[in-house]
C-alpha cells in the first residue's frame, strides 16, 4: 500500500472546526483511496470534492443597477457520505468560499469564508408506496455554527429533519420527480444579530454596551422549506434539472414596550423567500461531472413591495461545478490496476 503524504497551508483566519474538518477530509480521501473495495459495495459512494465559480448575473450589467457591484466567488466543497447498510448513511457538508471581487461581507480583503458545518444522519428509499411507486426517504441533520453569519447571530446549533417523496420513470436515461420538505429549528444566544464591535467607538461597559451591539434584526426561530424537482436524462452522459420552492422563517416575538407608541399593529413574524435552481450536468466519466446552471435565493418582495422574478432576479447567479466521486475515482483507479495485472 503507498503511503501518500500532503502538506496543507490554510489561512491563519480559518477557525479550529474549519481546519480539523479539512484535515480530517483530506486523511478519509487518503485511506479511501489507498484500500477500497469494488464502487459497487463501496460505503463511501456518493462521497464528493467539489469546485464551483459562481458570478452573479446583474454584474455583468454595468448599467443595471445605480451601483455596478458585480459579485465573483470561487468554493470548494467537502461531503463525505458513509453507508452503514443500502438504506441508512451518516453525511457531513462544509465549504469555504472566497470572493474575488470586492466583498460587501467581510472584513478583509480577499477573505476565506466557512460555511455551518452540516452533519447528517439519512434513510434513502426507505419505504415504497404501493401501487404508485413513491419512494419515501428521511434525513436529519445537525448544524454546527461555524460560519461569521451563524456567530453575527448567535447560533447555538440547529437540528433539522426532513421528508422527500420520489418517482421514477424509465424515459429516456431516467426520469425523476420529487418533493421535499424540512424543518429547522435553530437555538440562538440572543433573538437578534449582533455587530462585531459597539456602533458608538469606545464602549466598553459590557452593561451599557450591550444595547449598541444589537442589529436589531430579528434571527429565525424555526424555517420550513417546500422544495419540487425534476431531473431528467437526457444521453447516459448527460442531464438536466430544474428545482424551486419557498423558505418560510418564523421570527422570535418581539417584546412588548409600553413607552413606545408606533408599534405595528399587526407585527410581521414571518419572512419569505424564494430559491430555484436549474442546469446541465455533464458526465464524461464516472468519477467527474461538470454542471453549469443558474440558481437563486431571494425575498418574495422587492423594496417597493413588488414580487420578485422567481428565477431571474438580482440575486441570480450563474455557476460552473467541476465535481470529483470519490467512489466512482477508488473505481476507476483499481480497474486499471487489475488491467495491468492481467
Not at 113 to 131: E, K
Request: proline share 5%.
Amino acid at each position: 500500500m503507498k503511503v501518500i503524504k500532503a502538506v496543507v497551508y490554510l489561512p491563519g483566519h480559518f477557525s479550529r472546526s474549519a481546519r480539523a474538518f479539512l484535515v480530517g477530509a483530506l486523511v478519509l480521501t487518503t485511506w479511501v483511496v489507498s484500500a477500497s473495495p469494488t464502487h459497487a459495495a463501496a460505503p463511501y459512494r456518493n462521497s464528493t470534492v467539489s469546485y464551483r465559480n459562481s458570478v452573479s448575473v446583474i454584474g455583468l450589467q454595468k448599467d443595471a443597477e445605480l451601483s455596478h457591484n458585480p459579485y465573483y466567488a470561487m468554493t470548494l466543497g467537502l461531503s463525505p457520505r458513509w453507508w452503514f447498510s443500502e438504506s441508512v448513511y451518516v453525511q457531513g457538508r462544509f465549504s469555504l468560499t472566497r470572493e474575488l471581487t470586492d466583498s460587501d461581507s467581510t472584513t478583509l480583503q480577499g477573505e476565506t469564508v466557512p460555511s455551518d458545518l452540516r452533519l447528517r444522519l439519512g434513510a434513502a428509499n426507505l419505504v415504497r408506496v404501493p401501487g404508485i411507486g413513491l419512494d419515501v426517504s428521511a434525513t436529519f441533520d445537525v448544524v454546527a455554527p461555524t460560519s461569521p453569519v451563524s456567530r453575527a447571530r448567535s447560533l447555538m446549533t440547529a437540528v433539522a429533519g426532513g421528508l422527500t417523496l420520489k418517482r421514477k420513470f424509465s424515459w429516456l436515461e431516467g426520469v425523476s420527480f420529487a418533493y421535499s420538505f424540512q424543518f429547522q429549528k435553530g437555538f440562538h444566544e440572543f433573538t437578534t444579530s449582533q455587530y462585531e464591535q459597539p456602533v458608538i467607538a469606545g464602549c466598553s461597559n459590557a452593561l451599557e454596551c450591550s444595547e449598541l451591539t444589537h442589529t436589531g434584526v430579528r434571527n429565525s426561530s424555526y424555517r420550513m422549506v417546500h422544495s419540487l424537482s425534476l431531473n431528467v436524462g437526457i444521453l447516459p452522459w448527460m442531464s438536466a434539472f430544474v428545482s424551486g420552492g419557498i423558505i418560510g422563517d418564523t421570527l422570535y416575538d418581539l417584546s412588548t414596550d409600553q413607552s413606545v407608541s408606533n408599534e405595528a399593529q399587526n407585527p410581521q413574524n414571518t419572512r419569505y423567500l424564494g430559491h430555484a435552481d436549474m442546469g446541465l450536468t455533464f458526465t464524461p466519466m464516472r468519477s467527474f461531472a461538470v454542471t453549469l446552471g443558474v440558481s437563486t435565493v431571494h425575498p418574495q418582495l422587492a423594496p417597493d413591495s413588488s414580487f420578485y422574478s422567481p428565477v431571474f432576479n438580482r440575486y441570480t447567479m450563474t455557476y460552473l461545478d467541476i465535481s470529483l466521486d470519490i467512489a466512482g475515482l477508488v473505481s476507476q483507479i483499481t480497474d486499471r490496476s487489475s488491467d495491468k495485472k492481467d
